[in-house]
């Protein structure tokens, strides 16, 4: 297939894609068992900005919704304490030693927050969620420096947590777990002699990173905390990722993930119409497989859902035509952004 045919959107495919995701994990994806509620996320959110949350049946709706608030952990039934309140990212270490109930469950900050966000992508009206245990959960993993861990359980903590917890407070509308302050200073310490950011002081820039830390500036009204310098710098630097898709960091190859990363967060700044949309759009439409669906982060390379779903919203982000708007912030589409404010304005109503 020539260039050219290629360049059109595949939107049956993808839905097929997906849909795929949802029935089954399919044994190259073995390895991300026991997160498998991000696969989730990818497809769910990527069949919503398709326009195609319809294609998932209710039954399966339903099914889903079911599933994730299984992987709710609650408070401990004993002495009540909620640091391990958060979302599992699937079952499958729920392993039962002799007690009935085992002490090994706990919250991961990446899959509360991406759980909720396909509980928004599906219309539910999250009345299942311990919201209070939720926030004791995220501000049970803040360190003093403010940067977040991602679970109890003892491992990495950097720039992506901080953005999940951020995420999670957002849609909570609850900050109480979120010092906002700490936050702010990490993320500030965090910008490098060339104005990217980094996931901890003194790292390199990259452009995941510096999605995260914006969109938690952005999430937490604190833009206004980075000066003109540091904001013209950050927009030169996201602008120079620039090839003809986008790439995470100086002298790495593209890839279709930062046409969202990178595209999201010049558009946070309100820079990305100075970038070069048709050259963004089509490198992404070259690791299209207008086959079977699905994009994949390099051209002829294989697929996978996050990759599908990056793609996409990138798209997105430059106007593709047949694509729901994203918000970038959240990386939700606007129709689950509506959705999540009317249940603020519920909330708001019943307090
Ligand atoms: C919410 C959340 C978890 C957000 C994650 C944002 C983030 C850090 C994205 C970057 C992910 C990525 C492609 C890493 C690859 O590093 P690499 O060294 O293989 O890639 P490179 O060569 O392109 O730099
Ligand atoms: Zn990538």
Same mark, same amino acid.
């Given at each position: 297939?020539?260039?050219?045919?290629?360049? *059109?959107?595949?939107?049956?495919? #993808?839905?097929?894609?997906?849909?795929?995701?949802?029935?089954?994990?399919?044994s190259?994806?073995?390895?991300? %068992?026991?997160?498998?509620?991000?696969?989730?996320?990818?497809?769910?959110?990527?069949?919503?900005?398709?326009?195609?949350?319809?294609?998932?049946?209710?039954?399966?709706?339903?099914?889903?919704?079911?599933?994730?608030?299984?992987? +709710?952990?609650?408070?401990?039934? !004993?002495?009540?304490?909620?640091?391990?309140?958060?979302?599992?990212?699937?079952?499958?270490?729920?392993?039962?030693?002799n007690?009935?109930?085992?002490?090994? /469950?706990?919250?991961?900050?990446?899959?509360?927050?991406?759980? &909720?966000?396909?509980?928004? $992508?599906?219309?539910?009206?999250?009345?299942?969620?311990? /919201?209070?245990?939720?926030?004791?959960?995220v501000?049970?993993?803040? @360190?003093? !420096?403010?940067?977040?861990?991602?679970?109890?359980?003892?491992?990495?903590?950097?720039? /992506?947590?901080?953005?999940?917890?951020?995420?999670?407070?957002?849609?909570?509308n609850?900050?109480?777990?979120?010092?906002?302050?700490? $936050?702010?200073?990490?993320i500030?310490?965090?910008?490098?002699?060339?104005?990217?950011i980094?996931?901890?002081? !003194?790292?390199?820039? #990259?452009?995941?990173? @510096?999605?995260?830390?914006?969109?938690?500036?952005?999430?937490?009204?604190?833009?206004?905390?980075?000066?003109?310098?540091? *904001? !013209?710098?950050?927009k030169?630097?996201?602008?120079?990722? +620039?090839? %003809?898709?986008?790439?995470?960091?100086?002298?790495?190859?593209? %890839?279709?993930?930062?046409?969202?990363?990178?595209?999201?967060?010049?558009?946070?700044?309100? =820079?990305?119409? &100075?970038?070069?949309?048709?050259?963004?759009?089509?490198?992404?439409?070259?690791? +299209?497989?207008?086959?079977?669906?699905?994009?994949?982060?390099?051209?002829?390379?294989?697929?996978?859902?996050?990759?599908?779903?990056?793609?996409? =919203?990138?798209?997105s982000?430059?106007?593709?035509?047949?694509?729901?708007?994203?918000?970038?912030? &959240?990386?939700? @589409?606007?129709?689950?952004?509506?959705?999540?404010? @009317?249940?603020?304005?519920?909330?708001?109503?019943?307090?």
């Amino acid at each position: 297939m020539n260039n050219e045919e290629n360049k *059109i959107l595949s939107h049956r495919q #993808h839905v097929k894609y997906f849909m795929r995701f949802l029935n089954v994990l399919p044994s190259s994806l073995s390895s991300h %068992d026991t997160t498998r509620v991000t696969i989730a996320y990818f497809s769910v959110s990527g069949l919503d900005v398709l326009g195609s949350i319809s294609s998932i049946s209710i039954d399966l709706q339903t099914r889903i919704i079911d599933w994730l608030y299984r992987l +709710q952990v609650h408070p401990n039934k !004993e002495n009540g304490d909620m640091s391990a309140c958060g979302f599992q990212g699937s079952s499958t270490v729920n392993i039962r030693f002799n007690t009935e109930e085992n002490n090994y /469950r706990c919250g991961h900050l990446a899959m509360t927050y991406t759980g &909720l966000c396909i509980l928004l $992508a599906l219309g539910d009206d999250l009345s299942r969620l311990n /919201r209070k245990a939720l926030i004791e959960g995220v501000k049970a993993l803040q @360190t003093e !420096e403010g940067n977040f861990s991602a679970t109890l359980s003892g491992c990495e903590s950097d720039m /992506r947590f901080v953005y999940c917890a951020a995420c999670i407070s957002y849609m909570l509308n609850d900050w109480s777990g979120f010092n906002i302050k700490t $936050a702010t200073d990490y993320i500030i310490k965090s910008i490098g002699y060339d104005y990217g950011i980094a996931q901890c002081p !003194e790292l390199e820039s #990259h452009g995941g990173t @510096t999605f995260c830390a914006l969109a938690t500036l952005s999430l937490t009204n604190q833009l206004d905390k980075l000066t003109v310098d540091q *904001i !013209e710098g950050l927009k030169r630097w996201l602008l120079y990722r +620039q090839i %003809d898709g986008f790439q995470g960091r100086p002298n790495k190859p593209v %890839d279709t993930c930062y046409s969202f990363w990178v595209g999201a967060s010049l558009k946070m700044l309100d =820079a990305l119409h &100075l970038t070069n949309y048709p050259n963004n759009r089509s490198y992404v439409y070259e690791t +299209q497989d207008s086959v079977v669906g699905g994009f994949s982060k390099w051209p002829d390379t294989c697929t996978d859902p996050m990759h599908t779903y990056l793609g996409l =919203a990138g798209l997105s982000l430059i106007g593709e035509n047949g694509l729901l708007d994203i918000v970038p912030t &959240l990386n939700i @589409t606007k129709r689950a952004h509506d959705h999540l404010k @009317t249940l603020h304005e519920k909330w708001a109503s019943e307090s």
